[in-house]
């Protein structure tokens, strides 16, 4: 008897026909030999055979010849296949398609591989009774294996109960990692936007760092809530000489840090001499400085080259012009670590949040709260859900389109402010036919601001032709452009343009909103014989191009003007800094250096006014609209004030 | 050096972008020279090659940080929810696929290709907010995302885990099903499986030595690459949910045009990448002796 060299038998080499499995070497009998080994089986082989019982033996060859040999030799001697009777039964030949345990595979010669089958042996193709030759080949069979589902159904338990673990938890509302109240005040937890980038207040130019920073640092003055105008910070009071280019501020006196050193007027000159000297990112606002000086501990004299009248905002609009401790930069790690004279102390920063703790020795009084958690939550449903199912108790990002229905909703505090931000569009003076102004009032014509405005923010804008908004001091109430296609449409016909004239119109998805009214712009100038081609690209790039010059007309905004300079100066002034768009107006020029140097505010606003009015008839920017300041929070929060500027100060808040 | 090249190819220049819309060419200069952007690329190519071999992948541009330190912190972050999602993923995978394929063109099968193709097509941000909503908003059972470490609190660990790691894991679990299914067909219809049946196993043996063994080997490679994709961050789940990975940080350095960050990014994939390339190589000598030799 033998067994084919793909079953396996302890101890002999198998091969299975192929060579990638040469010389593997079994270290388990295939079940069918140890069947035929057990020794019941061999002696009813013996008695089956008429041979002495116990002669049988076990060979070890596995050609074919051999095979064949044997099953000749079978049928030589026994003149047929055996039927073993007695006592195998189907507990010994147990599987699905044994079928008769008595026609069990009890053989000479067992094929295992149908693949090679007997291709190899074609003596027995054909042969038609292949039991006769005392080879069981496999039943054709379908593929299926019939385990029991209910064999299955302890993992699919497992994994109900599984989940059903992660779900139940216990108690209803998370207040883990700092939320809610409770202990010393309670901490404030504050969802926004975005991680701080780093926390040096003279390096950074992101908004996420200054939400933090304006709770840590303080600067000389500020702006005030109500109507922006600048009031005492570290700076009790200041006076301004007669020719008006030289400033002296008078310090705060018990001024500390939160590292409990004192401040004092060197303090001032290094933090400022440092943005000058080291030609960090707000320098360009010390442009007019010739010197920043201490005159004794309390005193600070800023001698100008020429007469700066918004010098206060230059110095105070926001905390990047933040007064650090003499030396900060060699003392500290200044992007990770902050000593400032805030209310707050920055207590630590990770990738999910950042952690500020109230700084007791304030010198406007601690605040209120113990400490405010700011938590990043990027996707605005996100974080409104988290406000409303009290996990945060504050936040700016809100989804626009939710802001009309939120207002009458219980659950949340919604508060909106027209901001300082303006967004506008510009087109290229260096590329035809964009340089015509008559193209430029054509286009400026046929836009619908309110529907742009509609279109970006749901509302939650006031559509604008000039740059500053209605609440300011400079507002200016100047409106010539009346959306009228024909007169778009006649204009364009005057400057000889060939319609469909294709406009690029550069957007950036690091503001989506911009995408969206985009379209309405496009569809606004279809009418008219424009065809707008919006190009959506990420924030490098746009900047990139706009540098390059390689655009038809871009959409962005300006955020956070306090002043009519910052307003309109360096963006329309011939050859200003951000004059991207290459617009050169002399009048213009004029008036707006006119208006830097005036000190007298009635006097520099009719200067300013008289420049927007010509920047808004030669369409240097199409001014489209101020968005709102919209902010969000848990309902019997107080003690907070939004801000038309977006500062963010939780000096004063009081939680529910 | 193609990470290198590429990484600095991009349109975009990380100085005017740090700068803002607000352009001062002084300022501008003083911070190029400052970053080590004015120095020839290839240059920069071999001090940045030569300190990543120390392990110094260099200073972020945007944060001041080390690029190390940024990736360790985030780290721990994306392997939790890589490792979560993958064994959402199987628990979901294994019994779905293998029914399905036990019972091919039955209710069973039906049902689960129908779930696992709604599992790839439907958009994970719309899953995650939708998730969000009920969970967090509706139920208010679990908080709305974010992330503590598990030695700080792991109930708080846990209950933030669960909805990322189940978007994740669906949508990994819908392609693994699929894999599952036709493996286990594969293996079911098999010779050696015929021989198995035939030479008298019970089903479970057969099933559980002969079919799902086999059936296995596909499973490792779909699976190691599914961990692989978990590893090198899921961004769009890690935003929707705040989970502060590296998917996050990949993405906040390429809107940045933070080349240290970034290239340490990337350089991290691929090395993720190799290294769970040749864990499933070793598994597979593991599972099947074939391959031993």
Same mark, same amino acid.
């Given at each position: 008897m033998a067994v084919k060299d793909d079953v396996a038998v302890v101890g002999v080499p198998m091969m299975n026909g192929s060579a990638t499995v040469e010389g593997f070497v079994p270290a388990r009998d295939a079940t069918v030999v140890t069947r035929l080994l057990a020794p019941e089986v061999r002696r009813q082989y013996d008695a089956a055979l008429g041979l002495p019982v116990g002669t049988m033996l076990v060979g070890r060859r596995s050609?074919?010849?051999?095979?064949?040999?044997?099953?000749?030799?079978?049928?030589?001697?026994?003149?047929?296949?055996?039927? %073993?009777?007695?006592?195998?039964?189907?507990?010994?030949?147990?599987?699905?398609?044994?079928? =008769?345990?008595?026609?069990?595979?009890?053989?000479?010669?067992?094929?295992?591989?149908?693949?090679?089958?007997?291709?190899?042996? &074609? =003596?027995?193709?054909?042969?038609?009774?292949?039991?006769?030759?005392?080879c069981r080949t496999q039943q054709p069979s379908p593929p299926e294996v019939p385990v029991r589902r209910t064999r299955l159904l302890p993992l699919a338990a497992a994994a109900a109960l599984l989940l059903t673990a992660c779900g139940g938890g216990g108690e209803s509302v998370d207040t883990g990692g700092g939320g809610g109240g409770g202990g010393e005040g309670g901490t404030l937890v504050a969802a926004v936007a975005a991680q701080p980038d780093q926390?040096? +207040?003279?390096?950074?130019?992101?908004?996420?760092?200054?939400?933090?920073?304006?709770?840590?640092?303080?600067?000389?003055?500020?702006?005030?809530?109500?109507?922006?105008?600048?009031?005492?910070?570290?700076?009790?009071?200041?006076e301004t000489s007669e020719d008006a280019l030289t400033w002296t501020f008078t310090l705060r006196e018990d001024v500390t840090f939160h590292d409990g050193s004192e401040f004092d007027s060197a303090d001032v000159v290094y933090s400022y001499n440092r943005i000058i000297d080291e030609e960090l990112s707000n320098s360009f606002r010390f442009a007019n400085v010739e010197s920043v000086a201490a005159d004794g501990p309390q005193t600070v004299v800023i001698t100008l080259s020429q007469p700066t009248p918004n010098l206060l905002e230059r110095i105070g609009s926001f905390k990047g012009m933040a007064i650090l401790p003499e030396n900060a930069a060699e003392d500290i790690d200044l992007t990770t670590e902050a000593n400032g004279t805030g209310p707050f102390q920055l207590e630590s920063s990770d990738s999910s949040s950042t952690v500020l703790t109230a700084f007791e020795d304030y010198w406007g009084g601690a605040p209120s709260v113990g400490?405010?958690?700011?938590?990043?939550?990027?996707?605005?449903?996100?974080?409104?859900?988290?406000?409303?199912?009290?996990?945060?108790?504050?936040?700016?990002?809100? &989804?626009?389109?939710?802001?009309?229905?939120?207002?009458? =909703?219980?659950?949340?505090?919604?508060?909106?402010?027209?901001?300082?931000?303006?967004?506008?569009?510009?087109?290229?003076?260096?590329?035809?036919?964009?340089?015509?102004?008559?193209?430029?009032?054509?286009?400026?014509?046929?836009?619908?601001?309110?529907?742009?405005?509609?279109?970006?923010?749901?509302?939650?804008?006031?559509?604008?032709?000039t740059a500053?908004?209605?609440?300011?001091?400079?507002?200016?109430?100047?409106? %010539?452009?009346?959306?009228?296609?024909?007169?778009?449409?006649?204009?364009?016909?005057?400057?000889?343009?060939?319609?469909?004239?294709?406009?690029?119109?550069?957007?950036? =998805?690091?503001?989506?909103?911009?995408?969206?009214?985009?379209?309405?712009?496009?569809?606004q100038l279809e009418p008219i014989g424009i065809d707008v081609e919006i190009e959506t690209l990420d924030f490098a790039t746009w900047l990139d191009r706009q540098g390059q010059g390689d655009y038809d007309a871009f959409y962005l905004g300006w955020l956070g003007n306090l002043d009519p300079a910052a307003y309109?100066?360096?963006?329309?002034?011939?050859?200003? +800094?951000?004059?991207?768009?290459?617009?050169?107006?002399?009048?213009?020029?004029q008036l707006l250096q006119q208006g830097a140097t005036e000190t007298d505010d009635a006097a520099r606003k009719a200067a300013y006014d008289q420049a927007a009015e010509i920047i808004v008839d030669d369409v240097s920017y199409l001014y489209l609209y101020n968005p709102d300041v919209v902010q969000a929070w848990a309902p019997g929060l107080s003690g907070y004030q939004i801000r038309a500027d977006k500062a963010i100060n939780f000096e004063s808040v009081e939680l529910p | 050096m193609i990470v290198f090249a590429l990484v600095q190819l991009v349109p975009g220049d990380p100085i005017r972008l740090a700068l803002g819309t607000r352009f001062d060419q002084e300022t501008y200069d003083a911070l190029l020279a400052r970053s080590g952007l004015d120095q020839p690329l290839v240059q920069q190519y071999f001090s940045?090659?030569?300190?990543?071999?120390?392990?110094?992948?260099?200073?972020?541009?945007?944060?001041?940080?080390?690029?190390?330190?940024?990736?360790?912190?985030?780290?721990?972050?994306?392997?939790?929810?890589?490792?979560a999602s993958i064994l959402v993923a199987l628990v979901i995978a294994i019994p779905l696929g293998t029914l399905s394929a036990?019972? %091919?063109?039955?209710?069973?099968?039906?049902?689960?290709?129908?779930?696992?193709?709604?599992?790839?097509?439907? +958009?994970?941000?719309?899953?995650?907010?939708?998730?969000?909503?009920v969970f967090a908003g509706t139920l208010g059972w679990l908080p709305s995302g974010g992330y503590v470490p598990l030695t700080d609190d792991p109930v708080g660990w846990l209950r933030r885990l669960v909805m990322p790691a189940v978007v994740t894991g669906v949508v990994s679990g819908s392609v693994i099903t699929r894999f599952v299914r036709s493996s286990v067909l594969e293996a079911l219809g098999a010779d050696h499986v015929r021989t198995a049946q035939a030479k008298g196993l019970t089903s479970r043996q057969v099933f559980t030595w002969h079919v799902l063994r086999n059936a296995l080997l596909p499973l490792v490679t779909i699976t190691g690459v599914q961990l692989a994709y978990l590893l090198s961050g899921v961004v769009v789940v890690e935003i929707v949910f705040s989970w502060p990975g590296l998917g996050q940080l990949a993405l906040q350095a390429v809107q940045a045009r933070d080349y240290p960050v970034l290239q340490g990014a990337i350089l991290l994939f691929a090395v993720v990448f190799l290294v769970i390339n040749l864990v499933v190589d070793l598994l597979y000598t593991a599972i099947d002796p074939r391959i031993r030799r």
């Amino acid at each position: 008897m033998a067994v084919k060299d793909d079953v396996a038998v302890v101890g002999v080499p198998m091969m299975n026909g192929s060579a990638t499995v040469e010389g593997f070497v079994p270290a388990r009998d295939a079940t069918v030999v140890t069947r035929l080994l057990a020794p019941e089986v061999r002696r009813q082989y013996d008695a089956a055979l008429g041979l002495p019982v116990g002669t049988m033996l076990v060979g070890r060859r596995s050609e074919d010849t051999t095979c064949l040999r044997v099953a000749h030799a079978f049928e030589e001697l026994s003149g047929g296949f055996p039927r %073993p009777a007695g006592p195998l039964t189907s507990r010994h030949v147990r599987g699905p398609h044994g079928g =008769d345990p008595r026609t069990c595979p009890v053989a000479g010669c067992v094929t295992g591989r149908s693949r090679s089958g007997n291709d190899h042996r &074609p =003596d027995l193709r054909g042969t038609g009774d292949r039991a006769r030759v005392g080879c069981r080949t496999q039943q054709p069979s379908p593929p299926e294996v019939p385990v029991r589902r209910t064999r299955l159904l302890p993992l699919a338990a497992a994994a109900a109960l599984l989940l059903t673990a992660c779900g139940g938890g216990g108690e209803s509302v998370d207040t883990g990692g700092g939320g809610g109240g409770g202990g010393e005040g309670g901490t404030l937890v504050a969802a926004v936007a975005a991680q701080p980038d780093q926390f040096d +207040p003279h390096v950074t130019t992101a908004y996420p760092s200054f939400q933090v920073l304006e709770n840590v640092y303080d600067t000389l003055v500020v702006p005030s809530a109500e109507d922006l105008t600048f009031e005492p910070s570290l700076a009790t009071e200041w006076e301004t000489s007669e020719d008006a280019l030289t400033w002296t501020f008078t310090l705060r006196e018990d001024v500390t840090f939160h590292d409990g050193s004192e401040f004092d007027s060197a303090d001032v000159v290094y933090s400022y001499n440092r943005i000058i000297d080291e030609e960090l990112s707000n320098s360009f606002r010390f442009a007019n400085v010739e010197s920043v000086a201490a005159d004794g501990p309390q005193t600070v004299v800023i001698t100008l080259s020429q007469p700066t009248p918004n010098l206060l905002e230059r110095i105070g609009s926001f905390k990047g012009m933040a007064i650090l401790p003499e030396n900060a930069a060699e003392d500290i790690d200044l992007t990770t670590e902050a000593n400032g004279t805030g209310p707050f102390q920055l207590e630590s920063s990770d990738s999910s949040s950042t952690v500020l703790t109230a700084f007791e020795d304030y010198w406007g009084g601690a605040p209120s709260v113990g400490g405010v958690e700011f938590r990043y939550i990027t996707e605005p449903a996100a974080a409104l859900t988290a406000l409303q199912n009290g996990e945060v108790q504050w936040t700016d990002n809100v &989804p626009p389109q939710q802001i009309e229905s939120l207002e009458g =909703d219980d659950s949340v505090e919604l508060q909106t402010t027209p901001s300082v931000d303006y967004w506008y569009m510009s087109m290229n003076y260096a590329r035809a036919p964009f340089d015509n102004r008559d193209v430029r009032r054509a286009i400026s014509f046929a836009i619908d601001r309110e529907a742009v405005a509609e279109a970006a923010w749901f509302g939650a804008a006031q559509a604008n032709q000039t740059a500053i908004p209605e609440d300011s001091f400079f507002y200016h109430d100047y409106a %010539p452009f009346q959306p009228d296609p024909d007169q778009a449409r006649q204009l364009l016909q005057q400057a000889g343009v060939q319609t469909p004239l294709t406009m690029g119109l550069m957007v950036t =998805d690091e503001f989506p909103e911009t995408v969206t009214a985009a379209q309405v712009i496009a569809s606004q100038l279809e009418p008219i014989g424009i065809d707008v081609e919006i190009e959506t690209l990420d924030f490098a790039t746009w900047l990139d191009r706009q540098g390059q010059g390689d655009y038809d007309a871009f959409y962005l905004g300006w955020l956070g003007n306090l002043d009519p300079a910052a307003y309109y100066q360096e963006q329309h002034q011939t050859g200003g +800094p951000n004059n991207y768009q290459g617009y050169s107006n002399p009048q213009v020029d004029q008036l707006l250096q006119q208006g830097a140097t005036e000190t007298d505010d009635a006097a520099r606003k009719a200067a300013y006014d008289q420049a927007a009015e010509i920047i808004v008839d030669d369409v240097s920017y199409l001014y489209l609209y101020n968005p709102d300041v919209v902010q969000a929070w848990a309902p019997g929060l107080s003690g907070y004030q939004i801000r038309a500027d977006k500062a963010i100060n939780f000096e004063s808040v009081e939680l529910p | 050096m193609i990470v290198f090249a590429l990484v600095q190819l991009v349109p975009g220049d990380p100085i005017r972008l740090a700068l803002g819309t607000r352009f001062d060419q002084e300022t501008y200069d003083a911070l190029l020279a400052r970053s080590g952007l004015d120095q020839p690329l290839v240059q920069q190519y071999f001090s940045w090659a030569g300190r990543a071999l120390t392990g110094d992948l260099g200073v972020s541009f945007r944060s001041g940080e080390t690029v190390t330190s940024q990736i360790a912190e985030r780290l721990p972050a994306t392997l939790t929810l890589a490792v979560a999602s993958i064994l959402v993923a199987l628990v979901i995978a294994i019994p779905l696929g293998t029914l399905s394929a036990l019972r %091919p063109r039955s209710v069973v099968d039906r049902v689960a290709t129908v779930l696992s193709q709604i599992g790839i097509s439907v +958009p994970e941000f719309w899953m995650a907010i939708v998730l969000i909503l009920v969970f967090a908003g509706t139920l208010g059972w679990l908080p709305s995302g974010g992330y503590v470490p598990l030695t700080d609190d792991p109930v708080g660990w846990l209950r933030r885990l669960v909805m990322p790691a189940v978007v994740t894991g669906v949508v990994s679990g819908s392609v693994i099903t699929r894999f599952v299914r036709s493996s286990v067909l594969e293996a079911l219809g098999a010779d050696h499986v015929r021989t198995a049946q035939a030479k008298g196993l019970t089903s479970r043996q057969v099933f559980t030595w002969h079919v799902l063994r086999n059936a296995l080997l596909p499973l490792v490679t779909i699976t190691g690459v599914q961990l692989a994709y978990l590893l090198s961050g899921v961004v769009v789940v890690e935003i929707v949910f705040s989970w502060p990975g590296l998917g996050q940080l990949a993405l906040q350095a390429v809107q940045a045009r933070d080349y240290p960050v970034l290239q340490g990014a990337i350089l991290l994939f691929a090395v993720v990448f190799l290294v769970i390339n040749l864990v499933v190589d070793l598994l597979y000598t593991a599972i099947d002796p074939r391959i031993r030799r």
